[in-house]
């Protein structure tokens, strides 16, 4: 029997609710928790079946790319993140920039599965599951959502995804910036949480239930 519960609840009665398989949902926090531990950062891509890739937004499946390949700390991408406040002078796995080929692969291989790439998301190691100003600026905007994951306490858990609705010239980040706070939460409304539900057969719900942080669980 298919159950579920609520991760992140909806914030008001009209707005969409992310719905992902439960088996889904606990790799994506247990990889993370396990990259974390190892001291890298976790982000990848979400999918979705190409048949129901709409909205709500139904995931499919969770696709983690290689923290190894971080091009973050890249000379000409450490001095744009630089530019974005102290924070990011301070800790430098503070922002990702994903390896290009890497990303093509990841989409070549989810179309070969019948699947299209829905969202991404990306691990906060110290930040709360907020949607920053950095986050903002660098939500590539073909997508309509991107999903968070805080692991500021690591054995507590917080996912949190979030509706981007970004003009496509608002792009990017440059060494020309002079930005502070770029970490705290990015208030405009093109941003908005979204409810997250898992979905799945009792004994994954229990597990998923046992590692994400047990006082955001209702039951649905
Ligand atoms: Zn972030």
């Known amino acids: 029997m298919t159950m579920s519960i609520v991760l992140a609840a909806a914030v008001s009665q009209h707005a969409p609710a992310v719905v992902m398989p439960a088996e889904v949902c606990l790799r994506l926090v247990e990889t993370a928790q396990e990259m974390n531990r190892a001291g890298l950062k976790g982000f990848g891509l979400l999918t979705a079946d190409a048949s129901s890739a709409g909205w ?42 994903a390896d290009s080929t890497e990303l093509l692969n990841a989409f070549r291989s989810a179309e070969q599965a019948g699947q299209e790439i829905v969202a991404p998301f990306h691990v906060h190691r110290r930040q709360p599951a907020n949607f920053s100003s950095i986050d903002y600026r660098l939500h590539n905007p073909n997508f309509r959502w991107h999903l968070i994951v805080s692991l500021r306490d690591p054995d507590q858990p917080v996912i949190q995804p979030f509706a981007v609705h970004k003009p496509a010239l608002e792009y990017g980040i440059s060494d020309h910036d002079d930005r502070q706070g770029s970490e705290f939460p990015y208030d405009g409304p093109e941003v908005q949480p979204l409810g997250l539900v898992a979905e799945g057969p009792d004994s994954v719900l229990r597990q998923l239930s046992a590692v994400v942080n047990p006082q955001r669980i209702a039951v649905a």
């Open 56 to 97: 709500p937004p139904t995931v499919a499946d969770v696709l983690f790319l290689d923290p190894q390949k971080n091009h973050r700390n890249d000379a000409e991408h450490r001095s744009a993140f630089h530019a974005q406040g102290e924070y990011f002078r301070q800790y430098d796995d503070a922002g990702f920039v």
